[in-house]
């Protein structure tokens, strides 16, 4: 059975920075796309940053672009989500989920096995 955890939430201060993992069981990270994804109040799911089955590629929302890294720990079976300058309208639930597309696309459509979520809230 594939499962995904999130971890690593909270409250941190504008300018901040977290650490999202996410944890698989039931396969192996080779096994297809992981992607972390983010849902707002009143907003659809949208792609924050995606790693490729091979850890050779990634893709990052334009809003994630040099203020997020997305990284892989094939020993530990574990992605991570690495924000920092962290602003207010990144306050959301973020989830991760595994994508089995021949093509590596960010797309929430293209994602299932999706984990429960951890809140991140940027506040002062």
């Known amino acids: 059975q594939l499962q995904l955890v999130e971890s690593g939430g909270g409250l941190v201060q504008p300018g901040g920075s977290l650490r999202l993992s996410c944890a698989a069981s039931g396969f192996t990270l080779d096994y297809g796309h992981i992607g972390w994804f983010r849902q707002a109040p009143g907003k659809e799911r949208e792609g924050v940053s995606c790693i490729s089955s091979t850890g050779r590629s990634t893709n990052y929302a334009l809003s994630a672009q040099g203020r997020f890294t997305i990284s892989r720990d094939n020993a530990k079976n574990t992605v991570y989500l690495q924000m920092n300058s962290l602003k207010p309208e990144d306050t959301a639930i973020y989830y991760c989920?595994?994508?089995?597309?021949?093509?590596?696309?960010?797309?929430?459509?293209?994602?299932?096995?999706w984990g429960q979520g951890t809140q991140v809230t940027v506040s002062s």
């Open positions: 989920a595994v994508s089995k597309e021949t093509m590596f696309r960010c797309r929430p459509a293209d994602f299932g096995s």
